[in-house]
């Protein structure tokens, strides 16, 4: 009997963009393969029958025990790439937000992402013209800096 090959699905993903001022709230993530440190707005996947902004307040409020306020829709963006040597195609909806708790939102506020126990990130403020200097560290999915008009 021939092995079956687990078929390559395109993941669906709600992002919460939170700003303040000149800065946005993004998790750290490293590829062992690229040997790169990147950024990315936290959230995580849409389940099935799950809305997009759902997705955003379950996520957040799973991974930092946090709550979001003010969700607004800002757009969609599509992401092929490669993380740890694997392919992957995600479909992101992009959403802005803020922290209802006030202290989420000061500079040296970090908080770990977790998910059953296991730490997923490290999440804090970041400048967002840090992410177009020469040799800074991407910000991810490709095309958020442009759909954030910074």
Do not use: Q
């Amino acid at each position: 009997m021939a092995k079956r090959r687990k078929k390559r699905r395109i993941r669906p993903l709600a992002l919460c963009v939170f700003r303040r001022e000149d800065k946005i709230f993004v998790a750290r993530g490293y590829d062992s393969h690229k040997d790169e440190t990147f950024y990315r707005p936290i959230g995580g996947r849409i389940e099935f029958g799950e809305r997009g902004r759902d997705a955003v307040l379950r996520e957040v409020r799973e991974e930092i025990d946090a709550e979001v306020v003010d969700l607004v829709y800002l757009g969609a963006l599509e992401n092929i790439f490669t993380y740890e040597g694997k392919p992957h195609h995600e479909i992101i909806l992009i959403y802005d937000g803020r922290f209802s708790d006030p202290v989420l939102n000061l500079d040296e506020t970090t908080v770990l992402g977790r998910d059953d126990g296991d730490v997923l990130y490290e999440g804090s403020w970041k400048r967002l013209a840090c992410f177009r200097e020469a040799g800074a560290p991407p910000l991810y999915p490709e095309g958020l800096l442009n759909l954030l008009g910074a």
